[in-house]
């Protein structure tokens, strides 16, 4: 089968390409116009699905919903409309209980020229997933696209059960622009690509927890793992006040592993991986045969 | 004074395609655009385009002639939303969007 990349596919490829095939059946379509209020105002183009496409369809055989994010359009930004997408499609999914919800997140976080409502949005997202898990229905997150996953999104995808990544993407709260423009230089160097990714790539999220699966940058592998993902027995993990505390536990924890440590290679050296220059050279593979160690010390 | 143009052309077209579920192509990105096609009872080929570039209607025209000389379209709406896409890549995507009207129909 030839590879297909997943950062290089439209959100609407991803969708056809990891669904079971002819059938997605999308809710607010293009022609159905629902479009952003705002940035006519500001003369700018708008997108006939706002930057997001959501709807129902089958994941091997599960029925699912699902939500693709467009980083092309406005880098992804969650809108007022775009967010609205994405609450109703949670909300629905409370309604209709399917056997799982996908996020195919990309995007820089709240569109800044809709400021308020993509805040507002992107607040009820985050209230709408934890609902949606605490009903019991599993919500799993793919970052792979170009664009990464950062901002109100980062903690987003953080509040789903389970974020599966591949090398080429990238998960954080600021954009390393940001904290460059807002840190300076010294602090973070946004043009040091190699840093980027090893701060925010999918090797790093992965060692580090914050990812469950590092998978190829390839929409089958991204296919395999999501349909993995929800049919485990544990694909649901209700957010409890159990579960939270151990997560804040586990969170300490990799905090005293990590100590004052500020570049990934040395926090992968303190996690027991030998040679850690060489992790960003290594394969997925490689990289997965490294976790059941690390996990072990971030387990403490 | 800037903001978005809105330019329309209505042309009188042979071709009907069957009946189609709207399609579209591209995604709006700077220097791209993105096409909605959906079905008219009209003998005509309509085409709206919202584009961030103003002044550059002439060359809309030209390059809208040229996608009709080719396929006379009839009964089809086309709608554009353009960030400052250049004419080639304006044409490979109302070529995108007349190539999936033929798939649809096969």
Partial sequence: MIRMSYAECSARQRLSLLLDEGRFREWLPPQARVMSPHLAQLSMPCAFDDGIAIGCGYLAGRNVFVAAQEGEFMGGGVGEVHGAKLTGLLLRALRDRPSAVVLLAESGGVRLHEANAGLIAVSEVMRAVLDVRAAGIPVVTLVGGSKGCFGGMGIVARCTDRVIMSETGRLSMSGPEVIEASEGVEEFDAGDRALVWRTTGGKH??????????????????????????????????????????????????LAVAGTEADAISFWSR???????????LGVAAVAALRPRVAAMLAG | MSGMETLCYELLGSRRPAP??????????????????????????????????????????AVVRDFHGRHRLAGVALTIHDMGATPAIVSLRLEQAAAQLEEGRA
């Fill in chain 1, 271 to 281: 996690l027991g991986v030998q040679g850690a220059a060489r992790v960003p050279d």
């Fill in chain 2, 20 to 61: 189609f579920a709207p399609v579209l192509v591209g995604v709006v990105a700077s220097g791209n655009l993105e096409v909605l096609v959906e079905s008219t009872d009209s003998d005509r080929c309509i085409l709206r385009i919202d584009t961030s570039a103003r002044g550059f209607g002439t060359i809309w025209e």
């Fill in chain 1, 205 to 254: 999220r992965f060692l580090s927890g914050d990812c469950d699966e590092l998978v190829e940058d390839d929409v089958q592998a991204f296919r395999e793992a999501a349909a993995a993902a929800i049919s485990r027995p544990d694909a649901s993990r209700p957010p409890t006040l159990d579960a939270l505390q151990r997560e804040h536990s586990a969170l300490a924890q990799r």
